[in-house]
Each structure stands twice: as C-alpha cells, then as structure tokens.
C-alpha cells in the first residue's frame, strides 16, 4: 500500500484489529480519491476492502465493489480473486465452501490478520446460528456448517457447554442464556389490555 494516496488511517485501523471500520474507512477514502481525479485502480487495497465488507456482513455492497474493479486489476491480482471466492461462497450460503476459499489461498501479509479475523468470526456467528435454529444437531452437520473437521466442531462445540451422545454422534445444543429486561412499552400495554378486554367481552 505505498503510493501518493494516504492509507494512514487504513494501516491504523488494520494494526489495531479494528476490522469493523475497515469498510467504511476503505469506501471514503475511495470517494475521496476519485473526486480528484486520481488513477488509483492498480494499487487500491481491493482485497482488504472486500474482506472489510465481508467482516461486516454488508454483501451487497461488496458485489457492487467486485463489480467496479477492472478486469486487467482483477487478472494482475490473483488475490482479490481469491477474497471474491469467500464472497461467492457467503453469497450462495455455502457453509463450508467459505472455509475452503479461506483456507484454500496464500495470502500475502496485509491480508492475512483480517481473513483470519474474519474466519473467526465468520465461525461464531455460524456457531450462534446453529444455537438457535437446533437442539440437537449431527457432529457431521455441526462440522459441515462451521467449516471444520468433526474432531473440531465436536471440541469447539463442547467448550461452549454443548454435550455429545457418542452412541448416535449427536451433539446437544445448550441455548443461551437470554437476560431480558422487562421494560413495557406503552403501546404494547395498550394492545394487550384491548386483546384481554375483547376475550373478555
């Protein structure tokens, strides 16, 4: 990322791990960029301004970036290629096709820290998703979704207070623990009193 253009803010947010601000840290520099008449398509951080997307969830703008890079960047950059495959991957709800694309390319150093980044979080959020839509779930089907050998899914799974019936290979869910705070709002308040007045009348 050397160049006339300044990336200060970018590096700074990458060596502080500060994934979630990538995105929109990548999107004003670029609009900022192009208002000035600045050719920047070979050396723009394409890579890690995809993956900035990916780490948010924000799909859709990430297609709309993938779509504006150029084809001759796209060819001389074997690597944003790769990051394209993960969005592939998201985009279809391939579960372990993210993990292959992840796992499948040698990323250079400034990407390396916000794929893993993402990876990790890519598998918590699989993780939470598999908490609440399952009670009880296949270790085959755990490892499937997060993108990891059976031996793995079943110790991840088991270090978060899940539990494993060997005899079937079936993995209980253990839900969280849900604090709600009981703050009624007014106009819920209303509803009800008007469902029990008309059950009652």
């Known amino acids: 990322m050397d160049s006339s253009i300044d990336f200060s803010q970018l590096q700074g947010a990458l060596a502080s791990e500060s ?45 709309f970036l993938w779509k504006s890079i150029p084809s001759h960047v796209k060819e001389a950059q074997p690597e944003i290629v ?14 372990a096709g993210v993990f292959g694309a992840v796992h499948g390319f040698e990323w250079s150093a400034d990407v390396a820290g916000i794929v893993t980044a993402f990876s990790e979080s890519y598998t ?3 993780f939470q998703l598999l908490q609440s839509a399952y009670s009880t779930i296949t270790v085959a089907d755990a490892a499937h979704f ?15 207070g899940w539990t494993l019936d060997s005899s079937s290979n079936m993995l209980t869910v253990r839900k969280p623990i849900v604090v ?22």
């Open 19 to 63: 994934y979630d601000k990538i995105a929109d840290i990548c999107d004003e520099l670029m609009l900022q960029v192009a208002s000035k008449g600045v050719a920047f398509e070979i050396e723009w951080p394409y890579a890690i301004h995809l993956l900035g997307h990916f780490y948010i969830n924000d799909l859709n703008s990430a297609r």
């Open 124 to 126: 918590k959020r699989m």
């Open 180 to 201: 709600k705070q009981q703050k009624l709002d007014p106009s819920k308040l209303q509803r009800l009193t008007e469902y029990v007045y008309h059950l009652e009348h």
């Open 146 to 160: 997060m993108g990891m050998s059976e031996d793995d899914a079943t110790k991840y799974a088991l270090q978060h």
């Open 82 to 95: 790769a990051v394209w495959k993960i969005g592939q991957c998201l985009w279809t709800r391939d579960y």
